[in-house]
């Protein structure tokens, strides 16, 4: 049973297009990210929700827009991709707003724009 | 000066080796610590919390000094299997957002 599960787990687009990567966890957590891990391996934060209110977004590009449905999921879509869109990202979640207990991440899309 | 730093390394150790690897995190009023494990094209995944009097884990000790803004990681008795990336991890203030900064993770290579 994965705790948080991305999908895609690859995806390669070319310039231009518009994709979307999806999250789900199972955990009964209340809030959920969004994470940017780029070729240098810094992980960034994008986007959090809890309970499907948007609590954290961080300077990214409008071409990102996040969406939950509910709490136990949060999408990721982009529009217009670019070279520099090319990372891995993460979802992630965690009980409550706080940061007690950490987070449970998910597997990780690898997105390749070429 | 970055939020959360740590020296990318990479730690060569052999097996068996003991090795600590330290953190600095620039806002004082960060109140929620950890270190996480990222394994080669993995997920992070929360190795341990950090406590104000400092923890421990098996082999892994964790400690924290508020006042020099610090956070060190020790491990004893190196496996093959401790090769990975561990980031340290704060909370990003005050704010209750639930936001963590991560370090960029320091590479730790344990050889035979």
């Known amino acids: 049973d994965t705790a948080v599960s991305q999908t895609p787990k690859y995806l390669v687009t070319q310039m231009g297009n518009d994709k979307s990567i999806k999250c789900e966890q199972n955990?009964?957590?209340?809030?959920m990210y969004w994470y940017k891990q780029d070729s240098k391996k810094f992980l960034k934060i994008m986007f959090s929700y809890n309970n499907k209110e948007l609590i954290i977004n961080e300077t990214v590009p409008n071409r990102f827009s996040p969406k939950s449905p509910d709490k136990a999921h949060l999408n990721l879509h982009i529009n217009s991709l670019e070279l520099g869109d090319s990372a891995v990202y993460f979802c992630?979640?965690?009980?409550?707003?706080?940061?007690?207990?950490?987070?449970?991440f998910g597997s990780g899309t690898r997105l390749t724009v070429v | 000066r970055k939020e959360v730093e740590q020296d990318p390394g990479p730690f060569n150790v052999p097996e068996g080796a003991t090795v600590a690897f330290n953190c600095t995190y620039s806002n004082s009023a960060s109140q929620s610590f950890f270190w996480y494990r990222q394994d080669c094209r993995k997920e992070p995944k929360l190795l341990m919390s950090?406590?104000?009097s400092g923890n421990e884990d098996g082999r892994f000790t964790a400690q924290l000094n508020r006042a020099s803004q610090y956070i060190s990681l020790l491990i004893r008795d190196s496996k093959l299997s401790d090769s990975a990336t561990y980031l340290c991890?704060?909370?990003?203030?005050?704010?209750?957002?639930?936001?963590?900064?991560f370090g960029q993770g320091t590479t730790l290579q344990v050889k035979p």
């Open positions: 955990l009964g957590h209340d809030t």
């Open positions: 991890v704060v909370n990003g203030g005050k704010s209750n957002t639930g936001k963590l900064i």
């Open positions: 992630a979640s965690s009980q409550g707003r706080g940061t007690n207990y950490g987070y449970t």
């Open positions: 950090v406590y104000s």
